[in-house]
């Protein structure tokens, strides 16, 4: 490997770990601020009430769950209407990392099912400029691997 392959590797990996601390801070503070949608069902019924206050949507799959063809056509679904709406879309695991900044009781004890982590959307209403520097980081990551043609980036939470 040569030196030049090597500063773009610590780089690339220097990126992502930036972005998911920006996934991260971006989701504690929409949820806090009320501007988080979660579950596939809400997010498609956002989506087809206001998809122009939907700024960023995230996809969120673990490995384990990959098989899931009932979920792959959502996402498939999903992904294809947020590319029409020019809605920045990230493909995320770490379910449970997920689950832990969201807030998610660790096990439900049968009296509740847990929430539906699958789809999150970021929402921004018209009457209001949020600026986030986790939504900015977030949207430019976006942008650049649009560049790349990489159109759906791909982000992992790690355990904490």
């Known amino acids: 490997m040569t030196l030049e392959e090597l ?12 972005v998911s601390a920006a996934v991260e801070e971006l989701l504690v503070a929409a949820q806090r601020q009320d501007r988080l949608t979660v579950g596939v069902y809400e997010s498609a019924k956002l989506m087809n009430v206001d ?23 959502h996402f498939t679904l999903i992904q294809s ?19 832990q900044l969201l807030g998610e009781p660790a096990e439900t004890q049968g009296t509740t099912e847990p929430r539906d982590l699958h789809c999150l ?30 159109w759906v ?8």
């Open 7 to 18: 500063v773009a590797c610590d780089n690339a990996a220097q990126k992502m770990q930036t």
């Open 51 to 73: 998809p122009d206050s939907v700024v960023l949507c995230l996809l969120a799959i673990d490995e384990e769950e990959e098989d899931d063809i009932a979920l792959q056509i």
């Open 81 to 99: 209407f947020c590319c029409d709406n020019d809605i920045n879309i990230v493909r995320v695991s770490g379910m449970q990392r997920l689950a």
């Open 121 to 150: 959307l970021v929402t921004n209403p018209h009457t209001d400029t949020w600026k986030s520097h986790g939504l900015v980081e977030v949207a430019s990551y976006c942008e650049e691997s649009r560049g790349n043609n990489q």
């Open 153 to 160: 980036p791909y982000i992992s939470l790690q355990e904490r």
